[in-house]
């Protein structure tokens, strides 16, 4: 007769664990805020961005300037304490002085922008209008973009010789800024300005140009949505030196035209030649602008490309060249 045999068991437990919780850090953000840059009251900015930018993603802290080289100070400081995303709100200048702060780092700019021109915010389909452009920071689109650098000093959208420089020179002294005035200052300006002639060398080749501006081309824009060179890329590693060669005074409002329809090379006044390294001789010195501000350099300017060197947030609307 069999004999039925029990199986003893260990009894089953069932472990009840925790969730396991997991918290994500939020990003750090600051707004720098030119005041007067453009002409334009920023008051209502804190109100924008706590209504528009996301603070799921963000913590954010806002910081007005106080005077030139202030927005550049504190993107230093910020970029050193490892700020995630760093927003201009301002004109080409601002942007400038921030963006030269982050040349090479990890920190993002952002830009809300508020000039006269705002060059390289148009090229990057940054949205114009500010409660668009705060929103336009969330989301989340950055690239990396080459820099310039004219003696040393950065530049990110156009640097230039000649007329232009001149222009921003008369411009800055202005009490009464924006678009009108710029253009205003050109019309009473052309009549007596005189071209000048350059030795260029450009990736180790020489040229001789007589010139009525010299312009350097990371962006396709002056600002404005006015082009001179309709097919410059700021990812491809290179500048678009633009040479602007005297014309008739009568065809002013045509170049202007030109340059806004993206036409200006057909003129036959345009001449664009790419290149990394690039120097300038002119026979005395004179004034030159990095993204509209205006100084006086030397006889001898040399300036190089720095690839890929400024990570960006653009708008949803931009498309590399």
């Not at 760093?86 to 080409?92: L, N, Q």
């Not at 700021?234 to 009568?250: A, N, R, S, Y």
């Amino acid at each position: 007769m069999s004999k039925n045999k029990t199986i003893l068991t260990k009894p089953k437990i069932d472990l009840l664990l925790p969730p396991v919780i997991v918290y994500q850090l939020k990003k750090k953000a600051l707004f720098i805020v030119n005041p007067i840059s453009g002409g334009k009251k920023k008051d209502g900015v804190p109100q924008l961005v706590r209504k528009h930018f996301n603070k799921d993603i963000y913590d954010y802290s806002i910081v007005f300037t106080d005077g030139a080289e202030h927005a550049r100070e504190l993107a230093k400081e910020a970029a050193d304490d490892n700020c995630d995303l760093i927003i201009a709100v301002g004109g080409d200048g601002t942007v400038n002085e921030v963006a030269s702060s982050l040349v090479g780092k990890n920190t993002a700019l952002g830009i809300i922008p508020c000039g006269s021109g705002n060059g390289l915010s148009r090229f990057l389909s940054i949205p114009m209008d500010m409660e668009k452009a705060v929103e336009n920071l969330n989301n989340g689109n950055i690239i990396a973009i080459d820099s310039a650098e004219a003696n040393g000093q950065a530049f990110f959208n156009m640097a230039g010789m000649g007329f232009d420089a001149h222009i921003s020179e008369v411009f800055s002294h202005k009490k009464k800024r924006g678009f009108i005035t710029y253009i205003k200052s050109t019309f009473q300006e052309i009549a007596n300005y005189k071209a000048q002639t350059y030795q260029i060398e450009i990736d180790g080749k020489s040229y001789q140009r007589e010139a009525f501006m010299l312009s350097f081309a990371n962006s396709s824009q002056y600002g404005n949505n006015a082009h001179v060179s309709p097919n410059a890329s700021v990812q491809d590693g290179l500048l678009d030196v633009c040479i602007i060669k005297t014309f008739p005074l009568w065809r002013l409002v045509e170049l202007g035209l030109r340059m806004l329809n993206k036409s200006i090379e057909k003129t036959g006044y345009v001449e664009i030649i790419r290149g990394k390294h690039i120097t300038v001789q002119r026979a005395k010195p004179g004034p030159m602008h990095l993204d509209g501000e205006p100084q006086i350099t030397g006889e001898v300017v040399e300036i190089n490309v720095k690839p890929q060197s400024l990570k960006i947030m653009v708008g949803n609307g931009y498309k590399a060249n």
